[in-house]
């Protein structure tokens, strides 16, 4: 009696190592292949100035481990650092001219190609094992013309867009929100008079310097804004439509909301 008992006492050991192990390694694998480079993408996020692009695109770049081209900032980036098309883009802004697309398309080229966090992926818990580049595209193309050069210089590095997401919201709510921008200049840090203010009105929390209001977030300068934006912005939207990869996000939600519809496009294009 005492030895059947034992025996089963051992199966049931048995039993319980081997669910041990499997969970184990489903674990692991769910972990490691959490943020792997195949699971990436390439994508565009569009939205006119206060839609909340600065906000989500950080959080795209680290849930998908993507490399995050703002290309405002990569042209600044380019001008400091005197490359090539640095001093060219210069020598343009300086005569008061527009960068043209060529080179603005170039300095995205560069960077999928020398940035590390575009060329090979973002290393986030798993191994890099391509060479594909994977980002989100923040803030070009505007037209579409360069969509088009866009598509082009991808479509020879044998790649392309999985999707292109536009953030949508009323511009009179947009101007609330900009209109009550104040900035810390030094640091950067933002607040709004009425949806996140600071402790003390019109100082900064960490500091206690005074903070600012951008010359350029008043209501006409916006409404203008706005108009040039819409104007530029919209065949580009139609453009993506054809192409199946345009979606549409109400941007007025709250940020984690607007974070959990984005979030659940790009799964679902895996």
């Given at each position: ?15 319980l ?14 972990v ?30 680290d ?43 170039g ?19 798993g ?15 505007r ?15 044998g ?82 439509k ?20 984005l ?8």
């Amino acid at each position: 009696m005492a030895q059947d008992e034992l025996e089963y006492l051992k199966s049931l050991v048995s039993q319980l190592n081997d669910k041990i192990a499997a969970l184990e390694a489903k674990t692991k694998a769910a972990v490691t292949s959490t943020k792997t480079p195949a699971q990436q993408l390439r994508t565009i996020l569009m939205g006119p100035p206060g839609a909340g692009k600065g906000t989500q695109a950080p959080k795209i770049r680290d849930e998908f481990c993507v490399c995050h081209l703002a290309t405002g900032d990569m042209l600044r980036e380019q001008v400091q650092q005197k490359t090539p098309l640095g001093i060219e883009a210069k020598k343009i802004m300086d005569a008061g001219g527009l960068v043209s697309d060529d080179i603005m398309v170039g300095m995205i080229q560069d960077q999928l190609n020398n940035n590390k966090e575009c060329k090979n992926g973002r290393i986030c818990g798993g191994s890099v094992n391509t060479v594909v580049a994977r980002f989100v595209l923040d803030g070009f193309p505007r037209t579409v013309p360069q969509a088009q050069k866009l598509d082009g210089m991808l479509e020879k590095r044998g790649e392309k867009l999985d999707s292109v997401v536009q953030l949508l919201i009323d511009d009179n709510l947009l101007i609330s929100r900009i209109t009550g921008r104040l900035i810390h200049a030094p640091s950067g840090r933002t607040y709004h008079k009425e949806f996140s203010p600071p402790k003390k009105p019109g100082v900064d929390d960490v500091t206690g310097e005074p903070l600012i209001q951008r010359s350029d977030d008043n209501v006409e300068t916006l409404r203008k804004r706005l108009a040039s934006f819409h104007a530029q912005t919209g065949p580009v939207a139609e453009y993506y439509k054809t192409k199946g990869l345009w979606h549409g996000i109400d941007a007025a939600q709250s940020p984690k909301i607007v974070w959990d519809n984005l979030r659940a496009i790009f799964v679902a294009k895996k």
